[in-house]
Structure formats: structure tokens, C-alpha cells
């Protein structure tokens, strides 16, 4: 915050419950009111999730969904994250590890464009915490290296680990793993006909004659629970 005062930058701080709703973004009082509602919705979701991987995923696509809203609220249609190499290299170890590798084109790439009217962009992606840090400091900078909201126990804590301890030994660790993400494609190249999209992640969901494990997991779960709904959610996003 103090920072950002210091360049005078226009700053918008949003809680992230408000991503379970459709806010009015400008009226100050019903954005209070919604938040003060959704609170507990978030908390019991949060509590829902089994381990400490799913609930960071969960936010990180709660954060996702309300940066979409509130652009399209302000006319935005592209938006820069602050996402570097080391951070995209984490990324992609934890996506696969959780079933979320056919959206590592766009989770780890520079264009994400999953959002129809919104794309986000990574202009640093290329770049290590370490140059970031350098550059900063040969311009008088302050470097403010982002806080992941993940604890020792997460598997995107312990990619995060386990590829700074290799970096040390093998200094093009990081580069090697994000290289080889960025070979990845996206099954986004199916007709339109053929596919919809996840309602969390906006990952392509596609649809098939032929049963899919997900399909067989939406059996199982409907014999326990009638009102369960998975509709258009991907599989890595109803194992949250």
C-alpha cells in the first residue's frame, strides 16, 4: 500500500467474496452488503475443501472470476499480471499434480484468453525473481515480490521448494520447466460446437459420445446426492 502511494497509482481493493455474486460495482453500499452476506458462503466453501492445495486453488479462481468482473464493469479488456518464471514454473508442476493440465496453455502462457472480452497477459513471465530484483535495484525500485497465499503443506509450497533447491545446482532448472510448458497445446483448436467451458476456470470442457471418468464421477456423486449439480464444471475444478 505505501508503495503505491508513493507513485500515486489509482488503487481498487475489492474482497474476494464479491466473486460469488454480481456486484454493482458502483454503488459503495451494495458492495458492503454483499460482502458482508457472502462472507460466510466463502468460509463454509474455504472449510469444504480437504487440504490446504484445493483452498488455494479455489481462491486463486475466485480471484480470477472477479478480476473478469470488475474489468468488464470498468471496459477493460486486457489485463497484466504480474505472474515471472519462477512463479509459472511453481504453476505448472502444481497444475499437473492437481488435473489441470489442459489449461496450462493458457494458466502458464502470455496470452490467456479463456475469458470471451477479457485476456490477461504475462509480460515478466520470462523473467526470474532474481533479474526482477536487479533491475529494480539498478533503477532505484522497490521490488515487491508477490505474497502466494499457500502454507508448507500445499503442493504449489512444495513445487516452489523443490524447484528452488534445484535451481541452485542446475541454475536452468526454472527456464527448462517453463520451455517445456510453453511446448504444451490446447485442445482449444476443437470446434465451438463441440466443447463448453468450465463455469470456475473457463477451461474447455469437451464434449464426447464416450464415457469420461469425469462422467462416471458424476454418476457416483448423484447416487449419494439428487441436488448435486457438476454441470459445465471440469474435473479439476469439482475435485475442490
Wanted: include cysteine.
Amino acid at each position: 500500500m505505501k508503495y503505491i502511494e508513493t507513485y500515486d497509482l489509482p488503487l481498487t481493493i475489492l474482497p474476494i467474496q464479491l466473486a460469488l455474486s454480481d456486484p454493482d460495482f458502483s454503488d459503495e453500499d451494495d458492495l458492503s452488503k454483499l460482502s458482508d452476506e457472502k462472507s460466510a458462503e466463502l468460509r463454509d466453501n474455504l472449510n469444504s475443501c480437504s487440504n490446504s492445495s484445493k483452498r488455494i486453488q479455489l481462491l486463486e479462481n475466485y480471484r480470477r472470476l472477479l478480476l473478469i468482473k470488475f474489468a468488464k464493469y470498468m471496459n477493460i479488456n486486457t489485463i497484466l499480471l504480474n505472474d515471472n518464471m519462477n512463479n509459472q514454473s511453481s504453476s505448472l508442476l502444481t497444475n499437473m499434480a492437481m488435473g489441470r493440465g489442459d489449461c496450462l496453455p493458457n494458466s502458464i502462457g502470455f496470452i490467456d484468453s479463456r475469458c470471451d472480452g477479457v485476456t490477461f497477459l504475462r509480460p515478466l513471465k520470462c523473467l526470474l525473481h532474481k533479474e526482477l530484483s536487479l533491475y529494480c535495484d539498478l533503477y532505484k525500485l522497490k521490488y515487491c515480490p508477490e505474497h502466494v497465499l499457500n502454507n508448507g503443506d500445499s503442493i504449489l509450497s512444495l513445487s516452489e521448494r523443490f524447484l528452488s533447491e534445484l535451481q541452485c545446482e542446475f541454475p536452468a532448472t526454472v527456464s527448462t520447466v517453463c520451455r517445456t510448458g510453453d511446448k504444451l497445446t490446447s485442445s482449444e483448436t476443437v470446434d465451438c460446437d463441440e466443447m463448453n467451458r468450465c463455469r470456475l476456470c473457463d477451461t474447455v470442457i469437451i464434449q464426447t459420445d464416450s464415457l469420461s471418468a469425469v462422467d462416471a464421477m458424476r454418476f457416483s456423486l448423484s447416487l449419494f446426492d439428487e441436488e448435486l449439480s457438476l454441470d459445465r464444471i471440469c474435473y479439476a475444478c469439482s475435485q475442490l
